[in-house]
C-alpha cells in the first residue's frame, strides 16, 4: 500500500480551526506556540477566535493554514507515519515541501507570512476575483475564458486545475463574470466564487514572484527526502529540481491537481490523508481517481479516527 499526505490551499480556512487540536495534542500545540513565535500577529487567537473576513486576507490565511499543517504533520510523525508521497494545492505545496524536509517548520511560517504579504500587495488595485467552475470540462472552461477576454478586453483564464469537471478561473472581475456566464450557457453546473481576497495563478502576481526570487536569496532549499508531486507540471519534482524557481513560477502558472492525482494514482498511491480544515482534497479525489480513498484531518475527533487507521498498518 502506498500513502500520500496532501495539504490544502487558501480558502479552506475556517473560524475556530484547530481550537479542539490544540486542546487534544500536544505536538499540535507545540507547532501552534512555535508558529505564533514567528509572526507579527496573534496567531492563535486568529486561528480560534477570529472571523472570516479577517481570515480570508491573504497575508493571514497562508501561515495560519501552514500552523495547522504543521501540527497535524507532528502529530502523524509522532504516531509512525511517514509518506510515500506528499503534494499540496497553492500554498499547500510549501507544507508538502516542508514534510519533504526542504524547509524547516520555523522556514515554512515566516516564508507562508512573506508569501501572503508579497501577494496581498501584488493585489493592491485590482479589482479581481476567483470562480470555481463546476460541471464543465477543461477545454470548455478554456474557450469560456477565451470569449470572455475577447468580449471584455481583460484577462481572465483558468487558475486551476483541480479535478474532473472542477476548474477555477481568475482575473479582473468584470472577465472573470463574463467567463462564469459563458460556462454556466456552455453547461456548467455552478459557478463559486472563491474565499479569497485577490486573482491567484495568474500574471498580476508578477511583484509577488520577484520578491519571493529576493526572498528565496536568504533560505537554504535542501534536497527533498520523498516525491514532492509539483503544482506546475502534475509530476514529481526532480532531485536537481530547481525548486526556487518552481515556487517563483507556481503563483503566475495554473495548477495541476487534477494531473497530480492522477499521477499519483497511476504510481499506485491507494490512501491519501488530507491535512486541512475541510475536505477539499478529498472531494477532488473523489471526483478525479475512484481508486483512491481520501481521510480528512478537520478536527480531534478526523484526526483520531485516521490514527486508529494507521495503527493497523504501521
Do not use: W
Not at 178 to 184: N, S
Amino acid at each position: 500500500m502506498k500513502t500520500a499526505l496532501f495539504f490544502t490551499g487558501q480558502g479552506s480556512q475556517v473560524p475556530g480551526m484547530g481550537r479542539d487540536l490544540y486542546e487534544a495534542y500536544p505536538a499540535f500545540a507545540k507547532m501552534i506556540d512555535m508558529a505564533g513565535e514567528n509572526v507579527d500577529f496573534d496567531l492563535k487567537a486568529l486561528m480560534f477566535e477570529g472571523d472570516q473576513e479577517t481570515l480570508s486576507q491573504t497575508q493571514y490565511a497562508q501561515p495560519v493554514l501552514a500552523a495547522f499543517a504543521l501540527g497535524v504533520m507532528a502529530v502523524l510523525a509522532e504516531h509512525g507515519y511517514q509518506p510515500d508521497y506528499t503534494a499540496g494545492l497553492s500554498l499547500g505545496e510549501y507544507c508538502a515541501l516542508t514534510q519533504a524536509g526542504v524547509f524547516t517548520p520555523q522556514e515554512l511560517i515566516r516564508l507562508t507570512a512573506f508569501r501572503g504579504k508579497a501577494m496581498a500587495d501584488a493585489a493592491k488595485g485590482l479589482d479581481t476575483k476567483m470562480i470555481a467552475v463546476m460541471g464543465l470540462g477543461a477545454e470548455q472552461t478554456e474557450e469560456a475564458c477565451r470569449q470572455a477576454r475577447e468580449k471584455t478586453g481583460h484577462f481572465v483564464a483558468v487558475s486551476n486545475y483541480n479535478a474532473e469537471g472542477q476548474n477555477v478561473i481568475s482575473g479582473l472581475t468584470d472577465a472573470a463574470l463574463e467567463a462564469a456566464a459563458l460556462a454556466k450557457a456552455a453547461g456548467a453546473r455552478r459557478c463559486v466564487p472563491l474565499k479569497v481576497s485577490t486573482s491567484f495563478h495568474t500574471p498580476f502576481m508578477e511583484p509577488a514572484s520577484k520578491a519571493l526570487h529576493e526572498y528565496f536569496q536568504t533560505i537554504e532549499f535542501k534536497k527533498p527526502s520523498i516525491p514532492v508531486v509539483c503544482n506546475l507540471t502534475g509530476l514529481p519534482m526532480a532531485q536537481d529540481e530547481d525548486i526556487p524557481h518552481m515556487l517563483e513560477q507556481q503563483i503566475l502558472c495554473p495548477v495541476r491537481l487534477a494531473q497530480s492525482i492522477r499521477y499519483m494514482e497511476s504510481a499506485g498511491v491507494t490512501d491519501v490523508i488530507e491535512a486541512g480544515p475541510g475536505k477539499t482534497i478529498a472531494g477532488f479525489i473523489k471526483r478525479t481517481a475512484k481508486g483512491m480513498k481520501c481521510q480528512s484531518v478537520t478536527d480531534a475527533a478526523s484526526l483520531e479516527k485516521i490514527l486508529d487507521s494507521l495503527k493497523e498498518n504501521i
